[in-house]
C-alpha cells in the first residue's frame, strides 16, 4: 500500500522527537530548537507585507542553510511556519516547493503541512494531556491549544485523529481563534505575552555569537550588533556593558555592514484557518 504524505510526515515527527529526546511534551522556542538541532541559522525579521511567512535558502558556495521567518502578532501560526520549515529542511525538499501554486498543493507542501501538525500536537502526546476523560467542548479545545501552542484549527485536527471528536464537532468548532479561546477561558495575558515574544526581531544565534565576539575583538563595531540585532546602538551597546562584554581597542577598521539577507517570503495558508 502506498504510503500518504500524512503517515510519511507522521513518522518523520516522530523520529525528530525521538532523535533529540523531545518526548512527547508540547516544544518550546521553535526558533531555538531548530538552531540546535539542525545548525542552520534562523531569522525573525520585518518583511514587505502581513501575510505569515517563512523560507529556507541555501548559499551554494559556502553550503550554508538559512531559515527566515516574518514578525507577526500570530504566535501560533509562526510556530507551525518554523515547523512546515524544518519539514522542508528534513526532506531536503526546501527549494523543490511551489509556494504560488495554491490550487494544487505538491505533495511536499501537504506533506509539511502534516509534519507540522505531528511534530507540535504528536496524537500519543494528545492521548497522554487528555487521558480518558470525556472531552467537553470547547473547553478541552483550549486547553489543548494553550498547551501545545498551537491554533485551534491544528488542535481539531489532532484530535480527530486521536478519537476525541468526530467530524461533526470539528466542523462545529472549526470557527474559533486563539484570541477567542484566551479571553474566553483566562489565559489572555499569556497569548498576549507570546504575541509580543512572535513580534519581536531575533537575529540568527550562532551568526550574533560571532559578531559580539567580533566586537569584544574590536573587529566589528556596537552599531554593528545593533544592525544585526534590530535594535537600536544606545540598547546595543547598553546589554553588550550589563554582559559584562569590553571592547579592546578599535584598530580603525571597524566593519559596521552586518546584515541579515532580504528576500520575499511567502507561506500563506498554513493552518487552514485563522488564529
Do not use: C
Amino acid at each position: 500500500m502506498k504510503i500518504t504524505s500524512n503517515q510519511e510526515a507522521r513518522e518523520a515527527a516522530e523520529l525528530f522527537r525521538v532523535q533529540h529526546r523531545l518526548g512527547l511534551q508540547p516544544l518550546g522556542d521553535m526558533v531555538a530548537l531548530i538552531e540546535q538541532a539542525t545548525g542552520i541559522d534562523v531569522a525573525v525579521m520585518d518583511v514587505d507585507d502581513h501575510h505569515e511567512h517563512g523560507l529556507t535558502m541555501r548559499d551554494p558556495e559556502r553550503d550554508v542553510m538559512f531559515l527566515g521567518v516574518a514578525k507577526t502578532p500570530h504566535p501560533m501560526r509562526q510556530r507551525s511556519t518554523l515547523a512546515h520549515e524544518l519539514a522542508h529542511i528534513l526532506f531536503d525538499d526546501w527549494a523543490e516547493y511551489d509556494a504560488g501554486n495554491w490550487d494544487r498543493r505538491s505533495y511536499g507542501e501537504m506533506r509539511a503541512d502534516s509534519f507540522a501538525g505531528h511534530l507540535l500536537v504528536p496524537r500519543q502526546g494528545i492521548r497522554e494531556f487528555l487521558g480518558n476523560r470525556s472531552v467537553e467542548l470547547p473547553v478541552d479545545l483550549s486547553d489543548v491549544v494553550q498547551w501545545f501552542l498551537v491554533s485551534p484549527q491544528m488542535a481539531l485536527i489532532a484530535m480527530e485523529e486521536a478519537g476525541y471528536l468526530d467530524a461533526a464537532d470539528k466542523k462545529s468548532l472549526w470557527h474559533y481563534s486563539t484570541p477567542q479561546l484566551a479571553v474566553q477561558y483566562g489565559w489572555i495575558d499569556q497569548y498576549q505575552a507570546l504575541q509580543s515574544q512572535s513580534h519581536q526581531h531575533r537575529a540568527p544565534q550562532r551568526l550574533l555569537a560571532r559578531a559580539i565576539s567580533g566586537y569584544r575583538e574590536g573587529v566589528l563595531s556596537a552599531q554593528a550588533i545593533a544592525t544585526l540585532r534590530g535594535t537600536d546602538v544606545v540598547k546595543a551597546e547598553y546589554d553588550l556593558r550589563e554582559a559584562g562584554i569590553v571592547q579592546k581597542e578599535p584598530d580603525g577598521t571597524l566593519d559596521d555592514a552586518i546584515t541579515v539577507p532580504p528576500f520575499d517570503l511567502d507561506l500563506t495558508d498554513l493552518d487552514d484557518g485563522s488564529e
